[in-house]
């Protein structure tokens, strides 16, 4: 059984004295004697007491704590990002709460809900890929809570956000595919109302046209983004008449799970089908062949939503309009992309 941890009640019982006598002589206040002081931090160390300081912060009206919403970590890009956004926010003197929605609306609403419980002084969002309404954060907003999403958001929602040019990404992946020689070009992507999988596509379609090739809509495929979809994807293109000379994926996941395909029917990248990923999982750089793909500078999006959100804290009586903080992509080449080389 669990030993009851010690309160400032015991030491308060134990000393004879009031509770408030024990408060301030814990916090060093000048009325105090130094002989009470040293009663009082003597019997706290035997009894080994530890102050609660979330409840000392809320009765000063302050948690000093932020909450954090991801669709899972279990991958590079969220995990890093978290990492961006606990430097920001312990070098500010707060600490995080973080809840992973596991690409499920209801978690999320449930995540959310907990937060709010917590008191948390404000909510650090990427969307689960099943949000298509934002009504649980209608309540962040009412109760004045400042709120920022990052990563994804929801096509038609003016919110704060920090983001990636995705589409500029999506563009820089498929033309280094067209630069490289390739002409018929598959594309994976995910649920088109959240941002990044919608913007992505764009980019793709973009830097097809600018050559002055058709979008072929058999050659886009739609999915969850993991390996699995990946992999049954590519064995959909194969079948084909005219299969593709390359894949820009959406996800390296899914670009993982394609190339896996490739292997188990003898076929290789770059030679016979080029691939191209997105978000430079670690993982990227440890399949056969190196897996091409976009850097999403996940640490630098969790720092920058962080403090676009103290930015949100500090003026939030001024209610600014929602403001948009985009970060550029870089692409990394890497082998399983290079029919011709390294570009120039």
Do not use: W
């Amino acid at each position: 059984m669990a030993k009851k941890r010690a309160s400032i009640t015991d030491l308060a019982q134990q000393l004879n004295i009031s509770i408030s006598t024990v408060s301030r002589a814990l916090s060093g206040h000048s009325a105090i004697s130094e002989a009470t002081v040293k009663r009082v931090t003597a019997l706290a160390k035997e009894l080994g007491y530890q102050p609660n300081s979330l409840a000392s912060g809320l009765r000063k009206g302050r948690s000093n704590m932020l909450g954090v919403v991801v669709p899972h970590i279990d991958g590079n890009f969220f995990s890093q990002v978290v990492k961006g956004i606990e430097a920001a926010a312990s070098k500010a003197g707060y600490h995080v709460l973080i809840c992973q929605s596991n690409e499920d609306v209801v978690h999320e609403r449930a995540n959310v809900e907990t937060l709010m419980n917590a008191q948390v002084e404000g909510i650090l969002v990427s969307l689960s890929r099943t949000t298509r309404e934002m009504r649980h954060f209608e309540k962040v907003r009412k109760r004045d809570i400042p709120l920022v999403f990052f990563d994804r958001i929801l096509d038609g929602f003016d919110v704060n956000a920090v983001v990636l040019d995705d589409r500029a990404g999506g563009y820089r992946a498929t033309k280094h595919l067209l630069e490289q020689g390739y002409r018929r070009i598959a594309h994976f992507t995910g649920p088109q109302h959240l941002n990044i999988y919608k913007l992505r596509r764009q980019g793709y379609e973009d830097a097809l046209r600018e050559y002055g090739l058709p979008v072929a809509e058999d050659l886009i495929l739609l999915g969850d983004m993991k390996m699995d979809d990946g992999s049954a994807g590519m064995r959909q293109l194969l079948t084909l008449p005219q299969p593709p000379d390359a894949v820009f994926s959406g996800s390296d996941f899914s670009a993982a799970g394609a190339l896996q395909v490739l292997t188990e029917r003898g076929l290789r990248a770059p030679e016979d089908i080029g691939l191209v990923g997105f978000s430079n999982e670690l993982f990227s750089r440890l399949t056969a062949p190196q897996l091409t793909s976009i850097d999403q500078h996940c640490e630098l999006m969790g720092r920058s939503a962080t403090s676009l959100l103290f930015q949100i804290m500090q003026e939030r009586e001024q209610h600014y309009a929602p403001r948009h903080v985009v970060l550029q992509p870089d692409l990394f080449v890497r082998a399983s992309s290079l029919r011709l080389g390294q570009p120039a």
